[in-house]
């Protein structure tokens, strides 16, 4: 089944205490996103990468790191996790961003972070 | 920078009834697409219906359609028939070709539907 996977899909943690956020597709995507959902803000988008070795600053990308070794999988890490990161976290994958090939981005279950 | 905004955060509708969902953008680029999301209460974003800014027939998926106006920046949805698995949150988004930045998302407008 083509899908998005993220992992944990909830987590509570503590200030300061280092944290990964899994994400894997299996669709061959090229482009791979993260974003945050808050109330009244809909989803803002922290990172993105159009492709292995290749990422970049989304909206609000303060305190947040990623990477891309592998094609399929793009981890989103909290170095020093902080109560104002506490939201919910959605990755997306699509095959590409470049038209005409352009199409919809495939989002995963989504995770809920809480940070105390 | 670009925005989007959706002025309704919450609507209703009655079963079997038409809604319309509005949402506005703001942007001087000339290549964009527009999108419609759903996300009910299990949170999974799924993809209601997308609109190329070059085509000017809007764009239609079952009961739900769009009207957009580009010259306005209006790019509303019209659900018909509304169903009961309609309740939700409803996201419009719009991606740039050319902005560093790809997706950008309204606040949302969260739709109830009335049996």
């Known amino acids: 089944e083509a899908q998005v996977t993220q992992n944990p899909r909830y987590l509570i943690t503590v200030t300061g205490k280092k944290l990964t956020v899994t994400c894997s597709q299996n669709?061959?995507?090229?482009?791979m996103s993260w974003y945050r959902q808050d109330p009244g803000l809909g989803l803002r988008q922290i990172y993105y990468?159009?492709?292995?070795?290749?990422?970049d600053k989304g909206d609000v990308p303060e305190g947040y790191k990623v990477s891309r070794k592998e094609k399929r999988n793009f981890p989103l890490i909290l170095e020093s996790p902080s109560p104002n990161q506490t939201s919910l976290y959605f990755c997306?994958?699509?095959?590409?961003?470049?038209?005409?090939?352009?199409?919809?981005?495939?989002f995963g279950p989504g995770t809920r972070l809480t940070v105390l | 920078a670009q925005t989007v905004t959706q002025s309704q955060p919450e609507m209703s509708v009655q079963e079997a009834e038409t809604v319309t969902l509005s949402c506005t953008y703001d942007?001087?680029?000339?290549?964009?697409?527009l999108f419609w999301y759903k996300q009910p209460p299990s949170r999974q974003m799924i993809l209601v219906i997308r609109?190329?800014?070059?085509?000017?027939q809007n764009a239609t998926e079952n009961r739900f359609s769009v009207n957009f106006q580009k010259a306005a920046k209006s790019f509303s949805l019209k659900i018909s028939d509304s169903q009961l698995g309609d309740a939700a949150m409803y996201f419009c988004?719009?991606?740039?070709?050319?902005?560093?930045?790809?997706?950008?998302f309204g606040p949302g407008t969260r739709l109830s539907v009335l049996p």
């Open positions: 997306a994958s699509s095959f590409t961003q470049t038209p005409p090939l352009f199409n919809e981005q495939f």
């Open positions: 609109q190329e800014a070059y085509k000017q």
């Open positions: 669709m061959n995507h090229e482009y």
């Open positions: 988004a719009s991606y740039y070709l050319n902005y560093g930045q790809n997706f950008v």
């Open positions: 990468s159009m492709n292995v070795e290749v990422t």
């Open positions: 942007t001087s680029e000339s290549d964009y697409y």
